[in-house]
């Protein structure tokens, strides 16, 4: 993939004070001062208080569990079909467009691709500020996107596809300061979006398709100062990325590899590990109780040539729990030891609390993997619960790629993708976007020259019917409770309500509202382009929204577009030219 050279312009940013935003921060008082403990503390107390306010939405998962389950009800099973656009804000950047808007206090901020940053009033589309990125050389994987933003003590954070952290005043959209996470010109890109707890700023690095040693950093969020970093691919003084040359998953599925000839050939790829891949696609989750940051990490360098790589391949296809002071490990889970298929963990883990043997409530840790399985963990220590029944189908699983070709279910995009689930705790239901994609895996062995794609082979279409499934997954059982086929492969997120309703989109460019537990559709919407990004809800002016960003998706080639639309009830009193349009 050849480096991308963006462009950029500017718009001169209003002044608007957000009142009861985040900590009390007058002026730029925020900008001159170290966010030290009480400072700190203050922040995160100003960002719980704004996570309990079901008016808002107020990180990327909504609150730090990632459930993307909003207590708002005002938009039910019985009235949703009455939902209409309210409003309308077209970016003008018309490329794919994967981010989960910020909404704290009825401003919602939204990152668009190639690192624009915009701050809409939530009720009427109308622009607040933006800010454009002035991005150097870039290499990236699956298209200029960026998911999306934290918002934390009077500023709003984002990561460059040029592997950069910036802080901007959430007030105005100026400047705070800029840090250079890692090396833009080596293909390290950041596109997922930061989370904001106890004084820091944590964000993860992406670029496994290149070569990349991944990793998850956590920066001072008033002064952009390192304070830890946690490598996602362990060095041997760090314990090794060769694991215990595992033949099964965790839950005794065959793996099919051949360990005498992985080990026979440690000593000779024995510095694979520098460069051995580990993205981390996703927002982490934060267990503030247990002191955790817990996230996903993606597949191993190159993808399909497993023989460069012997081992499991530590932390790549893992869980990863690590303490949120240090950033040092607590626990891991791999879900696929040794990866040759890209089957990696990339879709946000999602904490809930579900029932154990004795019918006592444990804190758990869901995922829904590539592998086409959603894995429910022990939140204290990793170890598995259960695994979930298929939600997609699978066959051929696990056979190994070679130079002619193989068919394997699922296909290289999953299973599920980078898209967030959803889960609901009036259902117990996990819902989750899934790809049938037949593909055919072949290898071709091929060397590292950075910053070149190394995929070590390519997946092929064969030619078969592809779909989408949506799918209700009993997390208490693992049991599928229902599920819905749409016409294409799914890419986006979800979204649950207190109003019994889950919301999704489709890459033929429908907004789609179901019943949460019948899975019964009762609503739709008809976009100007593919609807491939997470939907969030709100309320503003008295009325709940929800929005959603509708631009396409560059892995499904969805078509491309670049509107925020949000939906309500009652859209006679949206003001004359509330579209938002530039």
Wanted: hydrophobic share 40%; with cysteine.
């Amino acid at each position: 993939m050849r480096p991308y050279r963006s462009w950029s312009c500017r718009t001169s940013p209003l002044f608007l004070l957000l009142a009861g935003l985040v900590v009390a921060c007058h002026d730029s008082d925020v900008r001159k001062t170290s966010l030290g403990a009480t400072h700190a503390g203050e922040a995160d107390q100003a960002l719980v208080a704004a996570m309990a306010k079901p008016a808002n939405w107020a990180s990327y998962g909504r609150d730090w569990s990632n459930q993307r389950y909003s207590p708002l009800s005002r938009i039910t099973t019985a009235n949703v079909s009455k939902l209409q656009l309210a409003w309308r804000y077209k970016t003008g950047i018309p490329h794919a467009f994967e981010a989960s808007p910020v909404v704290l206090d009825g401003i919602m901020y939204v990152s668009t691709p190639l690192n624009h940053l915009i701050a809409l009033d939530a009720g009427d589309g109308r622009k607040i500020w933006e800010h454009a990125e002035t991005l150097s050389t870039t290499v990236h994987c699956c298209g200029a996107v960026n998911r999306g933003v934290a918002v934390y003590g009077g500023r709003v954070y984002m990561g460059t596809l040029d592997g950069r952290l910036v802080a901007l005043d959430a007030r105005t959209g100026k400047p705070a300061w800029t840090v250079r996470v890692a090396d833009n010109e080596r293909a390290y890109a950041i596109d997922g979006a930061p989370v904001a707890a106890d004084g820091k700023v944590i964000v993860g690095i992406s670029g496994a398709e290149y070569g990349i040693r991944g990793f998850v950093s956590a920066y001072d969020a008033a002064t952009g100062r390192l304070i830890w970093r946690f490598y996602t691919i362990p060095s041997p003084e760090e314990g090794g990325w060769w694991g215990s040359w595992s033949t099964t998953d965790a839950f005794g599925t065959d793996l099919h590899r051949d360990i005498v000839r992985e080990k026979s050939d440690s000593a000779r790829y024995a510095d694979a590990w520098k460069t051995g891949g580990g993205s981390v696609w996703q927002a982490p989750a934060i267990d503030h109780a247990l002191g955790l940051v817990i996230f996903t990490v993606g597949n191993a360098s190159p993808d399909l040539d497993g023989s460069v790589r012997p081992g499991d391949n530590l932390y790549t296809d893992c869980v990863v729990a690590v303490h949120l002071p240090t950033g040092r490990l607590a626990w891991y889970f791999q879900e696929l030891p040794h990866d040759t298929w890209d089957l990696d963990a990339t879709s946000p883990v999602v904490l809930v609390d579900v029932p154990g043997n004795n019918g006592v409530p444990v804190p758990a840790v869901a995922q829904a993997g590539k592998t086409g399985w959603v894995y429910v963990l022990d939140r204290k220590t990793g170890k598995p619960i259960r695994r979930s029944d298929a939600f997609v189908p699978q066959d051929n699983l696990f056979a190994r790629p070679t130079r002619e070709g193989v068919r394997m279910l699922p296909g290289a995009n999953g299973g599920s993708e980078w898209s967030p689930a959803a889960y609901s705790p009036e259902t117990g239901y996990l819902y989750v976007l899934g790809l049938h994609q037949p593909m055919l895996y072949k290898t071709k062995p091929e060397p590292l020259k950075p910053p070149a794609f190394w995929l070590g082979g390519a997946f092929y279409g064969n030619g078969e019917p592809q779909y989408g499934l949506f799918t209700a997954v009993d997390l208490s059982t693992g049991k599928i409770a229902w599920q819905n086929r749409v016409a294409d492969p799914m890419i986006g997120g979800a979204l649950a309500t207190a109003g019994g309703l889950v919301f999704t989109g489709t890459k033929d460019k429908q907004v789609l509202a179901f019943d949460a537990k019948t899975g019964k559709q009762l609503w739709r919407y008809q976009a100007n382009a593919g609807v491939n990004a997470p939907p969030v809800t709100y309320t503003a002016g008295g009325r709940q929204f929800v929005a959603v960003a509708a631009g396409g998706n560059y892995q499904i080639n969805a078509p491309r577009g670049d509107e925020v639309l949000a939906f309500a009830l009652d859209t006679a009193s949206a003001p004359a030219g509330s579209t938002g349009a530039r």
